[in-house]
């Protein structure tokens, strides 16, 4: 595959929303791994999820297929990839500025959240007023990858996309 063609498919991509959080594309997400078309004009999209189990997977595949299949790519296989892993280092900086405009605290750094196992969570800023008085809730928010926090400025919850 040209790699002309290579750019146009990840434009395409580009354009399919996260299921779970639609401020981002699948592509600023990070989890488009790679795409490939061999000679029979079959293409495929290998994927990896942001976590094992993610239940927005089925949707995500079938948003790649039909919207490919929507630009003429007939022949689209999704494939799951699973090492490596995932982290939240593969989310460009305006993908996580994006975030935050959304209301969701982006990753702080790019390890592993570990700090709740101590019960002393990490400092995030809100996303809404930039306060770093903040507070862990629950370290499950509205979906898996996500923790609740609470501003103690501005009295406002939010999700913070955890570290992985």
Known sequence: MSINETAAIHTI??????????VISIVELGIV????????????????????????MMAIEKDI???LMAEGYQDVVVKLVYSPVWTT??????AKEKLRQYGI???????SDKSVLSLHPRTVPCPRCGSIQ???????????????????????????????
């Open 134 to 164: 903040t507070t862990m809730v629950s370290a499950f928010g509205s979906t898996a990858c996500k923790s609740l926090y609470k501003c103690l400025s501005c009295l406002e919850p939010f999700d913070y996309f955890k570290c992985h």
């Open 33 to 56: 791994r790679d795409v490939s078309k061999d000679e029979t004009g079959r293409v495929t999209v290998s994927i990896t999820p942001t976590y094992s189990g993610c239940p927005a």
């Open 65 to 67: 297929k039909t919207t």
């Open 13 to 22: 991509l580009e354009r399919i929303p996260d299921p779970e959080i639609p």
């Open 89 to 94: 280092d593969w989310i460009p900086e305006v």
């Open 105 to 111: 605290a982006p990753p702080v750094e790019s390890t």
